[in-house]
């Protein structure tokens, strides 16, 4: 029976040790994970945060770009540098780069093209990327003529010439418009669907016709759909310089002239528009 007494407690003594070495490995497992994640929220918390926007986010091409940040909680030694994106492929790319000094500042970005551009901030610290902002957009504008918009024109192609007129020697036109309408809003010139463009500027000259008389006046207006109409007004035979707003919805020009039916007058039409797409249309 001792010699089955010993048999039997052998095994038991080499179960409790292993149980116990069981324990200890994971207790040191468990004491090992937490101390990880203790380390790495801590490094979390010290890579700051930052704010930042565009001081305007609607800019002439080319033009230095104003932005202004605020950060707080980064490292000793940090450097910002924003980013935008290039090409169809949609890559990133650094486009200017600035060692923190105070916690706000504004900086000048270099100019874009004409375009709409999709930008971010990066903090950094030597080598080391800390974290990536929020993204903003941001719309660049540039000159586009009458004739270039022209083909976006659903109410008919535009006729681009020159006519000698009495105001001028030669007046050059990208189109032009016979009416004989006397009341608003008269007759529908052109129509453009949604546009990338922010204001317009025609020049609009008046052409000697038969029975013109020196008192009446031809009128030219703007409509769109979200914005109220505005309007220009000419004296027979004279030239002027229509400037409007535009909020980037379909427009109409429509002219009349107070002379109606009895004294047709035509219309000469040219001029530019300040748009972030080359053809001006989205």
Not at 45 to 66: I, M, Q
Not at 204 to 215: A, Q, V
Not at 224 to 245: G, R
């Amino acid at each position: 029976m001792a010699g089955q007494t010993l048999c039997y407690n052998r095994p038991m003594r080499i179960h409790r040790t292993a149980i116990a070495s069981a324990f200890l490995v994971f207790a040191t497992i468990t004491v090992a994970s937490g101390f990880s994640a203790v380390t790495n929220a801590a490094a979390s918390s010290a890579r700051g945060s930052a704010t930042w926007n565009f001081t305007a986010t609607r800019v002439d091409a080319a033009a230095p770009v104003g932005a202004t940040y605020a950060v707080q909680g980064v490292r000793a030694g940090s450097s910002l540098t924003f980013e935008r994106e290039f090409g169809t492929a949609h890559v990133w790319k650094s486009v200017a780069t600035f060692k923190l000094g105070a916690s706000t500042a504004t900086v000048n970005l270099p100019g874009d093209p004409v375009g709409a551009y999709v930008y971010k901030l990066r903090v950094s610290t030597g080598n080391r990327i800390d974290f990536y902002s929020a993204t903003r957009r941001l719309f660049s504008y540039g000159s586009v003529t009458l004739s270039t918009l022209c083909p976006g024109n659903t109410n008919g192609g535009c006729n681009s010439g020159s006519v000698q007129l009495q105001n001028s020697t030669i007046y050059s036109y990208e189109n032009v418009a016979n009416t004989y309408s006397k009341a608003s809003p008269g007759s529908l010139v052109m129509s453009f669907p949604n546009t990338s463009c922010r204001s317009g500027s025609l020049t609009i000259e008046t052409g000697w016709t038969n029975g013109l008389d020196p008192n009446d006046s031809s009128y030219v207006q703007i409509t769109q759909s979200a914005s109220d109409p505005q309007i220009t007004s000419l004296p027979d035979t004279s030239q002027t310089v229509f400037k409007f707003n535009l909020d980037g919805g379909p427009f109409d020009v429509d002219n009349w002239h107070s002379g109606g039916t009895n004294a047709e007058v035509v219309i000469y039409y040219s001029g530019t528009f300040n748009c972030y797409t080359l053809n001006g249309l989205r």
